[in-house]
T-cell receptor, first 112, second 111 residues
């Protein structure tokens, strides 16, 4: 079973920041938080991952709370093309063979 | 395009037929994964290869399913005696170490 909890859906206005929350209260010390998204009928796309420090790349920012029990993915200026299902996944880095366990994710709808 | 490629993109078959899908990973990625995704659900892990060795198989991978990666490059996933419940999107991912990069998937419809 997935070790994360996400809201099933969210709306965001185009041009505004989209903040997608994720709870992972049972995360262990060697588990990373990964975010993927899946645009309709396409394969999942890697966005970002982190352990305990906040991370930023060209797509998004990842904010992880100090206790690591939750995180937020931030899309700073959402566009219509960001409409997708966003998956938050916790995964042991370098331990097991590393298959990803997906939940149902958050369906983000960006509206004009 | 140097991403993961999968062929065919779509496959329609009749129940009882065999089907085979191909995945070409990103060059030099030694890890390769197969997942299955049904409507409204997230992808579910099927099997994992490191180079040519199949190191992990999910309980979802019944005896009718077989996967190979003979030279440690491309991989094939075969489903024998297809059933209507096999209708799904079959996704392949590859990784150099930890982060997995997915292909576009093969959508299978079993009539």
């Amino acid at each position: 079973d997935a070790k994360t909890t996400q809201p099933p859906s969210m709306d965001c206005a185009e041009g505004r920041a989209a903040n997608l929350p994720c709870n992972h209260s049972t995360i262990s010390g060697n588990e990373y938080v990964y975010w993927y998204r899946q645009i309709h009928s396409q394969g999942p796309q890697y966005i970002i991952h982190g352990l305990k420090n906040n991370e930023t790349n060209e797509m998004a920012s990842l904010i992880i709370t100090e206790d690591r029990k939750s995180s937020t993915l931030i899309l700073p200026h959402a566009t219509l093309r960001d409409t997708a299902v966003y998956y938050c996944i916790v995964r042991d880095y370098g331990g097991s063979q590393g298959n990803l366990i997906f939940g149902k994710g958050t369906k983000l709808s960006v509206k004009p | 395009d140097t991403g993961v490629s999968q062929n065919p993109r779509h496959k329609i078959t009749k129940r009882g037929q065999n089907v085979t899908f191909r995945c070409d990973p990103i060059s030099e990625h030694n890890r390769l994964y197969w997942y299955r995704q049904t409507l409204g659900q997230g992808p579910e892990f099927l099997t994992y290869f490191q180079n040519e060795a199949q190191l992990e198989k999910s309980r979802l991978l019944s005896d009718r399913f077989s996967a190979e990666r003979p030279k440690g490059s491309f991989s094939t996933l075969e489903i024998q005696r297809t059933e209507q419940g096999d209708s799904a999107m079959y996704l392949c991912a590859s990784s150099p170490t930890e982060t997995q990069y997915f292909g576009p998937g093969t959508r299978l419809l079993v009539l």
